[in-house]
């Protein structure tokens, strides 16, 4: 038996919650026309990590385990303020991670969990060094088919770029749960207003906190560098990101 979340367009702007028969895990999507099956079976993070790794699994769409919540997010990505941010940051962070050969950087579409913050997602963007691939403090976990599929740990950076979507995910749930995953530093982007947000959250023995910022440039403890983030205009007067370092 499963639960079948039809994604039709909602009359207010939101999420959507339901609660998947006889499990008690709160199933919660973003709406945009498509359907997903949740399986009634998937109960606990074991249980989303086997459906994760099962067939069954959609190809198309983000789905994560929030310390028992389900989120599924079926949207289409805005282009100028999260595709063309995750593209930037992306460019710069994996040139520098192999230039200085520090470990791995990973766009999204990674699965990544951490059983200790009861978690499962996919971040837009992480990287974990050979330091803590070494000390087993993150694993690679190979997939039925072969390949490595999924990240087991902790990494040492997670990058989110807030979407419609994903406001309360990003700014409220993730900093929560990436912070009892213990990673050291939590990026986060939100270009959609007049002001361009760009936070590095370290990682503090009572939760998150923010970097200093010195006219904009924000120190990673990670990396050893310094990031500002800034908008221009392309040539023919679309929005751009750069992400500068120093």
């Known amino acids: 038996m499963t639960l079948t979340i039809l994604k039709k367009a909602p009359r207010r702007a939101g999420k959507k919650r339901s609660f998947a028969p006889g499990t008690g895990i709160l199933a919660t999507f973003v709406a945009n026309g498509d359907a997903v099956q949740i399986p009634v079976w998937v109960r606990d993070l074991a249980s989303f990590r086997r459906w994760a790794h099962s067939d069954e699994f959609p190809e198309k769409g983000r789905i994560c385990f929030l310390d028992g919540e389900i989120w599924v997010d079926m949207s289409m990505e805005q282009f100028f303020t999260h595709n063309q941010v995750k593209s930037e940051f992306s460019t710069v962070i994996n040139l520098l991670v192999k230039t200085e050969r520090l470990g791995r950087f990973f766009p999204d579409g990674m699965l990544c ?57 990003d700014l409220e749930t993730l900093h929560d749960l990436y912070w009892k995953a213990g990673i050291p530093e939590y990026w986060l982007v939100d270009v959609r207003g007049e002001e361009v947000v760009f936070e590095i959250y370290r990682h503090g023995t009572k939760g998150f906190t923010a970097g200093r910022k010195n006219d904009g440039w924000i120190k990673s403890s990670v990396f050893g560098k310094s990031f500002r983030l800034v908008r221009r205009q392309d040539p023919i007067g679309n929005p751009e990101f750069i992400l500068e370092v120093k």
């Open 113 to 169: 969990t951490n059983v200790d913050a009861n978690l499962s997602c996919e971040p837009d963007a992480g990287f974990f060094s050979y330091e803590s691939l070494a000390s087993k403090r993150i694993r690679l976990v190979e997939g039925k088919q072969g390949g490595f599929v999924e990240l087991e740990g902790t990494p040492d950076m997670v990058l989110e770029v807030v979407s419609a979507g994903s406001v309360t995910k």
